[in-house]
Structure formats: structure tokens, C-alpha cells
């Protein structure tokens, strides 16, 4: 850093030269030296330059050379009642603020936030990403923050704008509605939420933030293996088998303990078997259930031929009338399922339908 250039006990050039990435804030040492009237002020790209006058704001000077006198330090004029005709020399405090943004910034969750999630219920998230910082106002970031420190850093500032970031982003991820499986694909919108809701606090403090990301929302460590083995189930389709092949994946590896653990199970299985058959001492073994008695044979259907046509089909009760009505006589043919062609009445096993018929009665005498 340049300090300037003393000539006696005046300062006639002010300049800030900052080799460093993180100072936001550096205060011209004048050692006791006056200010010389018509000193040179250089402010380079990238900075501002405020002057204090016995603790209170003056002028601001943006990037630019200037000689310092009454016409281009309208402020300091008024405050020390200069006349038109003045040079002499003067004392003040010179602050040049770094401009420029200071990128990478971190923030992250320091506790879980809670939300409500329409799938999983209540749900504890996390969440961490980066910003970008930037002087808005020099004079309004010199009195809200600064104050009188003489060399002032990022790091000074970062965990006040972290709390703010943290409040906000609580209150958007609690109402956003989004679901948590659906949250990785929507981080822009939501960080465009946040910056505009930050901003106007963020503002108060002469700062501004350009940029603002979420690099990722995650749910806690416990809550993601849960959800992995849900995703495992719904990939192999079949909980069953999924169920086969984790037990088949554990008895291949010993260290898993589950090929003892089901060889433990198959021994006390085989174990109780023995001893429900092993005698009076063991269990009495259950009565074998008796089989159900089979079906009844479905009844055969008959048709009969008459005068070159066929009737029927016809169940045994409907012939056995037939026969009482004499409209079927053992010569009759008729034929059913299973039987070689047409026969007569009498020579298949309807025949003893007709011996239940009573012969005719005998003549009147």
C-alpha cells in the first residue's frame, strides 16, 4: 500500500494502492500531517474515497484525479465554513473503500431447517451455496459497518450477511411448497427468491449482492439412506425378490453376519421338526386333515330316435317317465356320451327302468 508522498509537513498525494484480495476498507494514514489545499487525490476503478471531518461524513469522491479545493469539496466547504479565497491546509480522515466484488463468498445452514413436505411429512433440510459481494453506497457502508477500523475485511462482514441469507432462505424453503424430491431442479428460482427478499435489508448496510447460488439441498444423512433403499425397491420392481437377493447377497459375504443368522433360523427350524415327530416327548403331531370326498359323477344325457328324428337330451328321471307313459319301449334306440353308436333301450343300462314298470293288466274276466 502507498501511504502517499510527504513534502515537509504536508500532504499533497493521496493514493491507495491495494495489493491484497480480501480489504474492503482502508483508512490514509496522515501520521499528524495536515492536508495540503490542493492536494492531489487519486481514486482508481474499482474504489471510492470518503472523507470524515471531526466524526462526520463528508464529501465522497468516485474514480478520478482531483485537486482538492472548495470547488469539488462542497461538503468540507460547508462544514469548516471556508471562504472562496482559502488555502490553507486542513485535516481530515480519508477512507478508501474497495468497490470491487468479492466473489466465492460461503454460506451454509449451521442447523437442519424444517419443513413440511407433501410426500414425507415434516423433513429436516440443509442447504449451502456462495455469493457475491459488492459496495453499493460507500458512505452509508462506512457509518453502518466500519465505524472508525482502520483496515476493514471481507471476513468482517460475511457472517452478518450469512445470518441474513440463513433467515430468509428458512422462511422461502418453509413456504415454498416445493417438494423436496423436486427442489434440486427448481435452486434458481429459489435463490432469486431469497436475493429479492434480502435485498432491502442487505441495502440498509450500502451493499448489494450480485450474485446468488444454492449449490444443493440435501436431506440429513439418515433421511438419504432411507430414500435410498426405497429407490432400490421401486428399481428392482418385485419386494419379494428384492427381499431374495439382498438375503442371497448376505449369505455370499461372512462379514455380514446374515449367512450365520439364517443358518441359525434353518437349525432351530429343523430342530422343532424333529422333535414334533420324535415321540411321546415331543409335541403330539398334527392330525392329517381327511381329503374332501371327491364329486359326483355328472349324470348322463340321453337322446332317443323317433320316426327318423332325435329328442333330448334327456335325464334318467325324464325317461323313467316315459317308460311309466309307455312312450319308450326296450326297443326304442337311444344314445349317450361314451356309447358305440345307437342301441335299443333294453340292452343298455336303462334297461332297469323298465323293470320298475308293472306288465299290463290281465283281461277283465
Known amino acids: 500500500m502507498v501511504f502517499g508522498f510527504l513534502k515537509g509537513e504536508f500532504i499533497d498525494v493521496i493514493t491507495w494502492l491495494d495489493d491484497t484480495r480480501d480489504t474492503m476498507v ?6 499528524g500531517n495536515a492536508i495540503k489545499y490542493g492536494a492531489k487525490l487519486t481514486v482508481r476503478e474499482g474504489q471510492a ?3 470524515v471531518h471531526e466524526g462526520q461524513l463528508a464529501d465522497v469522491f468516485g474514480p478520478g484525479m482531483y485537486v482538492l479545493e472548495t470547488n469539488n469539496m462542497p461538503i468540507m466547504t460547508t462544514l469548516q465554513h471556508w471562504d472562496h479565497g482559502f488555502d490553507s491546509p486542513f485535516k481530515s ?3 478508501f473503500i474497495n468497490t470491487t466484488r468479492f466473489n466465492d463468498q460461503k454460506w451454509g445452514t449451521k442447523n437442519p431447517i424444517m419443513c413440511r413436505d407433501p410426500e414425507f411429512g415434516p423433513v429436516r433440510l440443509r442447504a449451502f451455496g456462495t455469493y457475491s459481494l459488492r459496495v453499493s453506497d460507500p458512505a452509508v457502508f462506512l457509518r453502518e459497518i466500519v465505524g472508525t477500523d482502520g483496515e476493514f475485511t471481507a471476513d468482517e ?3 452478518q450477511i450469512r445470518n441474513v441469507i440463513l433467515q430468509e432462505m428458512s422462511q422461502v424453503l418453509a413456504k415454498s411448497d416445493i417438494p423436496v424430491l423436486d427442489m434440486a431442479a427448481n435452486t434458481a428460482d429459489l435463490g432469486k427468491l431469497v436475493t429479492t427478499a434480502i435485498s432491502p435489508k442487505i441495502a440498509e448496510y450500502g451493499l448489494v449482492l450480485p450474485e446468488f447460488y444454492i449449490e444443493n439441498i440435501s436431506l440429513p444423512e439418515e433421511v438419504e439412506k ?6 432400490s425397491v421401486g428399481i428392482a420392481g418385485d419386494l419379494h425378490k428384492y427381499m431374495q437377493f439382498n438375503a442371497a447377497e448376505g449369505m455370499g459375504n461372512p462379514a455380514s453376519g446374515i449367512g450365520a443368522a439364517m443358518g441359525a433360523g434353518l437349525g432351530a427350524g429343523m430342530g422343532l421338526n424333529m422333535a414334533q415327530n420324535a415321540g411321546p416327548w415331543g409335541a403330539a403331531p398334527a392330525a392329517a386333515a381327511s381329503p374332501p370326498p371327491p364329486p359326483p359323477p355328472a349324470a348322463k344325457a340321453w337322446h332317443v330316435a323317433e320316426n327318423g328324428a332325435t329328442k333330448g337330451p334327456f335325464g334318467e328321471n325324464d325317461l323313467a317317465a316315459l317308460v311309466s ?3 319308450l319301449t326296450r326297443a326304442t334306440q337311444v344314445w349317450t356320451a361314451g356309447q358305440d353308436g345307437w342301441k335299443a333301450a333294453g340292452d343298455t343300462e336303462l ?3 323298465f323293470a320298475m314298470v308293472p306288465p299290463p293288466p290281465p283281461p277283465a274276466v
Open 26 to 31: 482502508w483508512r490514509f494514514e496522515r501520521h
Open 49 to 51: 474515497a470518503v472523507f
Open 93 to 95: 480522515e480519508i477512507y
Open 157 to 159: 462482514v460475511t457472517n
Open 226 to 231: 432411507v430414500l435410498d433403499k426405497r429407490t
Open 325 to 327: 307313459s309307455g312312450a
Open 351 to 353: 334297461a332297469r327302468l
